[in-house]
């Protein structure tokens, strides 16, 4: 079964930092593009962050270089680091794949998300 | 950035009967476009990608059609399961952008 756990989330000051994980499982990992996409509460979708099957990676201008996207494929894992947090940046973090291993841009595969509150 | 609108903001249907959704880009994606189907308390479920191209599993009464800046997700025959909010992203450009959303609710 092609499964996507996120981990990671929680409760951090604004001017924190967070490590988010995605443990991928049910498909060769390394060949597909990996997203993180938020929700925050109430809200539809935003797309944060891709990194390739090159590890090329895009960014969300919102993001304004406050976090990192990786991925390392001995582990099928994706992170994204965050650091320099906003109370804007409360949502929650779903993982996703892209449906194709090429540049399909969309996302057959979510997980269930990890939560990310930014409050003092 | 490529701005999707979406139209309307909420569908009323009754049962059975036929559900268009409308999404408008800013500016041209070519086919690039997918569909999103979201129910309260779940992570999205991909429908459509290449504007008309059904995902797996996904039934024959979700049909996506359009090019260019214009698109329409169809549902032939609206089931209560259908019940959600539907989005639509373009794939054309960075950075990636959503729609809205529009909520289907039943009449």
Redo the contacts between chains.
Sequence with gaps: EVQLVESGGGLVQPGGSLRLSCAASGFTFSTYAM?W?RQAPGK????VS?IGAGSDT????SINGRFTISRDNSKSTLYLQMNSLRAEDTALY?CAKY?LPGA?????I????TMVTVSS | EIVMTQSPATLSVSPGERATLSCRASQSVSSKLAWYQQKPGQAPRLLIYGASTRAASIPARFSGSGSGTEFTLTISSLQSEDLAIYYCQQCHDWPLTFGEGTRVEMK
């Design positions: 997203s996409v539809g979708l935003e797309w891709t895009h960014y969300a201008d779903y449906v399909a841009r969309s996302f057959d979510w997980g269930r998300g």
